[in-house]
């Protein structure tokens, strides 16, 4: 019928994509972000993936024309677990678009920014991490973008300010 949306297929791996799950997943317990994102790089003859782990939600996997589901906990089998360092949960950050003035917990925005940091490295390749993080805005999340090699990127909304070295 016209207008209705494709079911989402449940799956239990995917293969080359399982070890980012993993690692999207790890850091999101590590850090207690809102979200996980990776754009996962796959080299030059596979266009990137889009993988997201969210908290007690499902993982998503979008890998070109397909879009699949998996458990939150399913057990993949990967050969190595990526292990990032504990963040507590922080309070939620006050957020000032307009100024891109952030307020939070004492050092915790560049202890999250690391994190997000290694989780780019984890993923490989020109892969890029994502992190939302909660603020004292709910339609306002802090967003972490990491790259290798590159400098992070603190989003909120539409406005994005690059972390200083």
């Given at each position: ?72 906990g399913v057990e993949l089998e ?45 993923l490989g390749g020109r892969s ?20 290798q090699d590159e400098p992070t ?13």
């Amino acid at each position: 019928m016209a207008g209705e949306e494709e079911p989402i297929d449940v799956v239990l791996t995917v293969g080359e994509l399982d070890a980012s799950i993993v690692a999207l997943r790890e850091f999101l317990h590590a850090t207690s972000a809102l979200e996980a994102q990776g754009v996962v790089d796959r080299g030059e003859d596979a266009p990137p993936a889009l993988v997201t782990v969210g908290r007690l939600a499902p993982v998503e996997v979008f890998d070109g024309e397909r879009t699949v589901h998996l458990p939150h906990g399913v057990e993949l089998e990967v050969d190595v677990k990526p292990e990032f360092r504990h963040v507590p949960q922080l309070p939620p950050f006050e957020v000032d678009a307009i100024s891109g003035k952030v307020t939070g917990a004492l050092g915790g925005l560049p202890a999250l920014a690391e994190c997000v940091e290694e989780l780019a490295r984890a993923l490989g390749g020109r892969s890029v991490a994502l992190g939302f993080f909660g603020s004292t805005d709910p339609d306002l999340p802090l967003a972490i973008a990491a790259r290798q090699d590159e400098p992070t990127i603190v989003a909120l909304g539409d406005e994005q300010f690059t972390l200083p070295s």
